[in-house]
């Protein structure tokens, strides 16, 4: 399967605090990208690594990529009730898109 | 039938023109959602419809833009007065809503190139 898996699959923090998810994949890949969706919403892009990139970062989150190990991680930083969500990541091949299941993060305020 | 069937796979148009892009879903699938894609970027979330009607319209990115969806089955987004802008991969996906995100199936797109 193309399909990323992630985990935890659910994650519970205090506000302020660190989330970290972590996804695993086993084909090559263009791309990795996150995405975040809240209950009954579209998914929001988040972020895009490039195959060739190992690290990098918007606003308070990071993405790593390690191609070796076939692992993407996504760590949110001092997070907040607002990032209460879920969290994917995606492998697009072509017009496809595999998405992990998913980590659901609950921030407690 | 048995994929998410999209037409046109692909639209060139001039500047100024109206386009009509279509959406046939998997047959069964209640949620239907819009997304773009410009080169080399991540999808861009337009509008996600739940049998006909559109809880969330907040992707649309201007008043040009517009989707509708009848029967619960095939969904057509309109972009009017097209700008150059609004050239990219256009996909729709449909899903159980018991499936999730994990569950989408996308269509193969339409690529619009506005000229």
């Known amino acids: 399967s193309q399909q990323g898996e992630e985990d935890p699959q659910a994650l519970s923090i205090q506000e302020g605090e660190n989330a970290t998810m972590n996804c695993s994949y086993k084909t090559s890949i263009n791309n990795l990208q996150w995405y975040r969706q809240n209950s009954g919403r579209g998914l929001v892009h988040l972020i895009l690594?490039?195959?060739?990139?190992r690290e990098k970062h918007s606003g308070r989150l990071r993405v790593t990529l390690d191609t070796s190990k076939k692992s993407s991680s996504l760590l949110i930083t001092a997070s907040r009730a607002a990032d209460t969500a879920s969290y994917f990541c995606?492998?697009?091949?072509?017009?496809?898109?595999?998405f992990g299941t998913g980590t659901s993060l609950t921030v407690i305020p | 039938g048995a994929g998410v069937s999209q037409s046109p796979s692909n639209k060139v148009t001039e500047k100024g023109k109206d386009v009509e892009l279509r959406c046939d879903p998997i047959s069964g699938h209640t949620a239907l959602y819009w997304y773009r894609q410009s080169l080399g970027q991540g999808l861009e979330f337009l509008i996600y419809?739940?049998?006909?009607?559109?809880?969330?319209k907040s992707g649309l990115p201007s008043d040009r833009f517009s989707a509708e969806r009848t029967g619960g089955s095939v969904s057509t987004l309109t972009i009017q007065r097209t700008q150059q802008e609004d050239s990219a991969v256009y996909l729709c996906?449909?899903?159980?809503?018991?499936?999730?995100?994990?569950?989408?199936?996308f269509g193969s797109g339409t690529r619009l190139t506005v000229v």
């Open positions: 995606a492998i697009q091949a072509g017009n496809q898109f595999y």
């Open positions: 690594i490039r195959s060739n990139e």
């Open positions: 419809f739940q049998g006909n009607s559109a809880p969330d």
């Open positions: 996906a449909s899903s159980s809503p018991l499936t999730g995100v994990g569950g989408y199936t």
